[in-house]
């Protein structure tokens, strides 16, 4: 298998863990200070992919997590729970809960 191959299948494993937001595919403590050494060419490159890829995932689930925080602000106002409130729940500022609700503050 050539090095391009190897890559493509390495890509394409760490694009399915994405897309099904499986974070067991990633080893913890994958930076180049926790690899043996000396560092191969092979090792960078899978390490750039590998650590890419966790990149594209933890921001997948970023916006995954505020999705559904907004919509739950968004129920908590309704439910007549202060902005101070829901902000310290959510662990936001009052600002950023503002900003969810909109310019007249009712999502």
Same mark, same amino acid.
């Given at each position: 298998?050539?090095?391009?191959?190897?890559?493509?299948?390495?890509r394409r494993e760490l694009d399915a863990a994405i897309d099904a937001r499986d974070?067991?595919?990633?080893?913890q403590g994958s930076s180049p200070e926790h690899k043996a050494r000396p560092l191969h060419p092979d090792s960078i490159r899978a390490g750039l992919l590998e650590a890419g #890829?966790?990149? +594209?995932?933890a921001q997948r689930l970023e916006a995954d997590a505020t999705v559904d925080l907004i #919509?739950?602000? +968004?129920a908590a106002h309704e439910a007549g729970w202060a902005i101070k409130q829901i902000a310290e729940h959510a662990g936001v500022t009052r600002a950023t809960i503002y900003a969810w609700l909109g310019p007249?503050?009712?999502?």
């Open positions: 298998m050539t090095d391009q191959q190897t890559t493509d299948e390495l974070t067991s595919i990633f080893e #890829a966790r990149r +594209r995932l #919509a739950w602000v +968004r007249r503050g009712d999502g």
